[in-house]
């Protein structure tokens, strides 16, 4: 007898729980938080083999590899296109609201400036040295950084985009061998079915891990007492982003959905919700990814072979809600520095915080760091970034939600214009 998994309404309260524990005892929501540490280190320790199997298993479902050039090349070029729509909407927003007052000379900025500015180099060890790349450079990296000197190291530490190379390559070679290539694609079909079944097992404690997370998170800003100030110190900051990311994710990218996939948006969006839940909590998109998959293929319908592509590289290079971020920020700081930016700069913004966020690993805080590239690209102080660390934790997650939303609006799209075998 099978039991049901947690509906959304079971999820929504686990989140419920949190917040409030969290907000009004932080205490408790620090000392609960481990709850939360297991959940995620549960669903981090399957992203690995489960891309390596989801990979093998996608390619071999082609059947003849010479398919995968339309595949990768539509799903590269969604993604491409989707981002850089998003960058747009984030520029634009920055430019018609200004939310960038008061001026750096007000108390407010220097106050804050100096609170937040210790916390900027500790924020990354290796954010400086990201920032002294230019475009060029940081784009030969990530393709540089594809291919693997050592699979087992990449998978040991969680390193998927040679994983994900790696994956392509075996795939496409088993597809060629014949019979003797059939004994290694079973193995990796029944891995697949196999942590997919552990997904589901893991799905039972996402109430309490989701709520955990959240409790934790709110408890170290100290409550809501703590987090509440910040919060309305960098309002129009906050309201600008959080703006953005609700225009790219509730008109864009369901407009794509209903017009290309022909899917209901509001439906699609409740089967993904258990891994849109699971996005703001951990704010990773690779830590999401399991869930991500499971609810593309289990409840959406996608296809496997399209899921087990798609969306690993989604979480890869996907990153809709981070380059938003990355445009409305750096614009936000030239703003309260009494810089306005027009022109050739903005292109530029646009060029760079597409590409960074491309860069960007499906980790906490990443796009933070390579944020300093966008800075850097317009000549902008890196210590700006300390204006809007406060927030950043909470915004993180928002930004998380949408780069899996538009993952998994991915898997659809792509699935639909894609011919199936």
């Known amino acids: 007898m099978q039991h049901k998994k947690p509906t959304l309404a079971i999820l929504l309260a686990g989140i419920g729980i949190g917040a409030l524990t969290g907000a009004l005892f932080p205490e408790a929501g620090v000392k609960i938080s481990f709850l939360g540490d297991i959940f995620l280190r549960l669903l981090t320790m399957l992203v690995a083999p489960l891309v390596l199997a989801a990979m093998v298993t996608g390619i071999s479902r082609l059947g003849d590899i010479r398919k995968l050039g339309p595949l990768g090349s539509r799903t590269i070029s969604f993604y491409l296109g989707t981002t850089s729509i998003a960058v747009a909407t984030g520029i634009a927003l920055v430019l018609i609201l200004h939310p960038g007052s008061p001026h750096p000379s007000s108390p407010a900025f220097n106050r804050a400036t100096e609170a937040s500015a210790e916390s900027v180099p500790n924020t990354s060890a290796s954010a400086t040295a990201m920032s002294e790349r230019s475009p060029g450079e940081l784009l030969a990296e990530v393709i540089t950084g594809m ?61 309490v891990g989701i709520g955990a997370l959240v409790a934790g998170r709110l408890g170290e800003a100290g409550g809501w007492s703590g987090f509440a100030p910040e919060l309305m110190r960098l309002g129009g900051y906050t309201i600008t982003v959080i703006g953005g990311l609700l225009l790219h994710s509730l008109v864009t990218l369901p407009l794509l959905l ?33 869930m991500t998959i499971e609810c593309a293929t289990e409840k959406n319908g996608v296809s496997q072979k399209t899921a087990g592509f798609v969306l690993p590289l989604g979480a890869n290079i996907n990153m809709d809600g981070t380059a938003l971020y990355e445009a409305v920020a750096v614009l936000y700081i030239a703003q309260m520095n009494g810089i306005e930016l027009a022109g050739m700069e903005l292109i530029v913004v646009f ?66 214009i894609t011919p199936q075998r």
Do not use: H
Request: hydrophobic share 50%.
């Open 147 to 207: 291919v693997p000197t050592n699979i087992f190291k990449a998978m040991a530490e969680n390193d998927i985009l040679p994983v994900i190379t790696f994956g392509l390559l075996l795939g496409g070679v088993l597809t060629t061998m014949g019979d003797k290539g059939k004994p290694v694609l079973e193995f990796f079909t029944s891995m697949d079915e196999a942590l997919m079944k552990i997904i589901q097992l893991i799905m039972y404690a996402a109430p």
């Open 258 to 290: 209903r017009l290309v996939a022909k899917t209901s948006p509001a439906r699609y969006a409740s089967n993904a919700s258990p891994a849109l839940l699971t996005a703001f909590s951990t704010a990773s998109s690779s830590a999401t990814l399991p």
């Open 351 to 416: 060029v760079t915080a597409t590409l960074a966020a491309i860069g960007a690993a499906g980790i906490p805080e990443a796009g933070l760091v390579t944020m300093l590239i966008v800075l850097k690209a317009v000549g902008l102080p890196a210590e700006g970034i300390a204006m809007i660390l406060a927030v950043d934790w909470f915004l993180d997650r928002c930004r998380t939600t949408v780069n899996v939303w538009g993952d998994s609006v991915g898997a659809s799209v792509i699935d639909r």
